[in-house]
């Protein structure tokens, strides 16, 4: 069955230092989005992609953060420097309908820990 | 804001039983869906409910959903070990053209053998 796949699925990183979380998204989806978990909270909406471009993005999704799709198929996003505050779990979701009007698929995860 | 809230935090019972969580949101919708999180892995759709329906099963999963209440309950019948994980109900927006999906802050279940 087709699944959405992140990597890496750890990575520890000093204060200040650039991360880029990489996802393969299901091969037919055309929408992609970028959600964070802090430990043991909600899952909250970081950004959504569609066409090549961000559609949508919340508060949180400030100037340190960036989202591209350089070859077709990955999906990275990018923190430009790293906060003690974006220490979370990462997830990235496709799906074939628009936004929320259908099933997301989500990753396993990438686990951010910042030093 | 959009966002929906599950009742209660966290839930224990016994294999066998059935559990049952409840998810509030503020905001008129067009669907509402449920998630499953085992822990430190992805989430997991189970089920989406359209704001026209009242009800919807796949499984042992009952879904009901109450528009003039805001309300939505997810059963599991017939609990097992394995559905130990949290449980988020997921919102979307009606208004403003907002495509994201809301999720609340989850019920953790614990399902005891």
């Known amino acids: 069955e087709p699944e959405v796949t992140q990597t890496p699925s750890h990575q520890v990183t000093q204060m200040g230092q650039e991360v880029i979380l990489r996802c393969v998204p299901i091969?037919?989806?055309?929408?992609f989005y970028w959600y964070r978990q802090i430990l043991g909270q909600k899952v909250e909406f970081l950004v959504s992609?569609?066409?090549?471009?961000?559609?949508?993005k919340s508060e949180i999704f400030d100037d340190q953060f960036s989202v591209e799709r350089p070859d077709g198929s990955n999906f990275t996003l990018k923190i430009r420097s790293t906060k003690l505050e974006d220490s979370a779990m990462y997830f990235c979701?496709?799906?074939?309908?628009?936004?929320?009007?259908?099933?997301?698929?989500f990753g396993e995860g990438s686990r951010l820990t910042v030093l | 804001s959009q966002q929906g809230e599950e009742d209660p935090q966290a839930l224990s019972i016994q294999e066998g039983e059935n559990a049952t969580m409840n998810c509030s949101y503020k905001t008129s919708i067009n669907n509402l869906q449920w998630y499953r999180q085992n822990s430190g892995r992805g989430l997991v759709h189970l089920i989406l409910?359209?704001?026209?329906?009242r009800e919807k099963h796949s499984g042992r999963l009952r879904v009901t959903l109450d528009t003039s209440k805001k309300s939505s309950s997810l059963l599991i019948t017939a609990s097992r070990a394995a559905d130990t994980a949290s449980y988020f109900c997921?919102?979307?927006?009606?208004?403003?053209?907002?495509?994201?999906?809301?999720f609340g802050k989850g019920t953790k279940l614990t399902v005891n053998p």
């Open positions: 979701a496709s799906s074939v309908e628009q936004g929320a009007t259908g099933e997301l698929f």
């Open positions: 409910i359209r704001s026209n329906e």
């Open positions: 992609f569609y066409n090549n471009e961000i559609s949508e």
């Open positions: 997921a919102t979307d927006a009606v208004q403003g053209g907002s495509e994201k999906l809301v």
């Open positions: 091969s037919n989806h055309l929408y």
